[in-house]
């Protein structure tokens, strides 16, 4: 069968994809609840650039309502929405609520921010193994 190309032959080349220098790991999954959009499209952009998964969104029901299939690691929160996450919040593969960060007047600063997640991740973690 005669082929038809107009160039080299590229299949022994990879197209996208994991690449060599790619690192190995995963980003965990942290859901952001924020009706201020500014201050969402921020934490958003930090925390990708971080390489965590982020979903943001502008209120505390239609966060709920997506979390039971993202099964976040953690629910980053405004003091406002406490009342409406109190015991709707889904449970890990290990049967425990997802822990919840509270934007505080402390976490403020991005690295404020990102070190809290950093941490939360961490004891998380340490508790299930």
């Known amino acids: 069968m005669d082929e038809f190309r107009f160039g080299p032959d590229r299949r022994q080349f990879g197209r996208g994809g994991r690449r060599a220098s790619d690192r190995a790991g995963y980003a965990p999954i942290i859901v952001i609840i924020d009706d201020d959009a500014t ?27 997506a979390m039971h299939a993202l099964s976040p690691e953690i629910v980053v929160a405004r003091t406002d929405d406490v009342q409406t996450l109190r015991g709707r919040l889904p449970v890990d ?4 609520a997802i822990p919840l960060l ?24 340490a508790q299930t193994a």
């Not at 509270?102 to 961490?122: F, G, H, M, N, S």
Request: net charge neutral.
């Open 39 to 65: 201050r969402l499209d921020l934490s958003e952009a930090i925390l990708a650039k971080l390489r965590f998964a982020v979903a943001p969104f502008v209120s505390a029901e239609e966060a709920i309502l």
């Open 93 to 96: 593969r290990d049967g425990r």
């Open 102 to 125: 509270l934007l505080t007047a402390d976490l403020t600063e991005p690295a404020a921010l990102v070190e809290a997640l950093r941490q939360l991740i961490r004891l998380n973690r």
